[in-house]
């Protein structure tokens, strides 16, 4: 993999070049590529600012980017701008709070487990990366779904939100992420979900939610959904494909005390005034190619 790091930091002087190259002096356009992220190759995501004027552009869509490896087009598959540049990112936060969250150390039973605790805590740091500019909402779900906080980007009271939510019944994933996409379907900036579970979906009327409905509504949406396993218990192909279809990421915590560190790489990616472009590229051997940026 690091000969095909050291092509992406070549592409990123030529993209720069095409795009000055391309501007008239009243009207400056300049592109950098701030991140390349290759952990999933040969799935590929860039984080790309684009600024025109001096001014970076929030309201950018796929087409108006064309992407090449060694000449061969590449199909962008989703493009996520932060839009509006008064408000740069709208998070919904889904919280599973299922009976599978209130047991202790020994197995018995605790409302305030200590994966539910973890998963508060590390909740609560990644809202200390939010700035003015970025609001959240707080939700949670077992048997039922429920909107503990709307959104706001008063930190304060969506750690409050946190402090009574407490564990118990079954596991209405499917239909929470549905309502959790709803919620999200009028916001503006870079619309993100994110949702913590450590089980499976129990007693939900499979005619009305399912997991392919929740793809469907999230591509529909232009929704990405980074989704949280906690555990062993936990559907991981199911939820890797919906976080890999939305142009999410899946993460593996196999205790609560990783939460807090999966919750640092989400903001990491998420947090951020450039737009994120993600494709598959089309060669995937670890071979250099040039890539070229438009």
Known sequence: ???????????LLALTAVGQAGAS??????????????????????KVEVRRNGLLQHTLNSPDFSIREDGIAQ???????PGDSLTRLS?????DRSGSMA????????????????????????LSFLESRDEACMYSFASSFAANQS?????????????????????????????????????A???????????????????????????????????PVYIIG??????????????????????????PADLEAIFGRIADDIITDACVLRYTSTNPASTDRCVSLK
């Open 103 to 126: 047991t202790d150390d020994d197995g018995g039973p605790d409302p305030d487990s200590v994966k539910l605790r973890a998963a508060k805590a590390a909740t609560s740091t990644f």
């Open 151 to 187: 959104f706001t980007n008063d930190t304060a009271r969506l750690r409050g939100a946190l402090v009574p939510i407490s564990a118990y019944g079954s596991t209405a994933i499917w239909e929470s992420m549905l309502r959790t996409l709803d919620s999200l379907r009028a916001r």
């Open 75 to 81: 199909f962008v598959e989703s493009l996520a701008c």
């Open 230 to 255: 906690l555990g062993s218990d936990v559907d991981e192909n199911t939820l890797t494909s919906i976080a890999n279809s939305t142009g999410g990421k899946y993460y593996t915590s196999p205790g």
């Open 1 to 11: 993999m690091r000969s095909i790091s050291g092509v992406f930091l070549v592409a």
């Open 91 to 95: 998070v919904a936060i889904l919280l």
């Open 25 to 46: 002096v009243r009207d400056s356009l300049a592109l950098r590529i701030t991140q390349v992220d290759l952990t999933r190759f040969p799935y590929v995501q860039l």
């Open 189 to 223: 900036g870079r619309r993100v979900m994110i949702c913590l579970t450590d089980g499976r979906s129990q007693k939900e009327d499979p005619r009305r939610f399912t997991y392919s409905k929740v793809i469907d509504k999230a591509v529909l949406e232009r929704v």
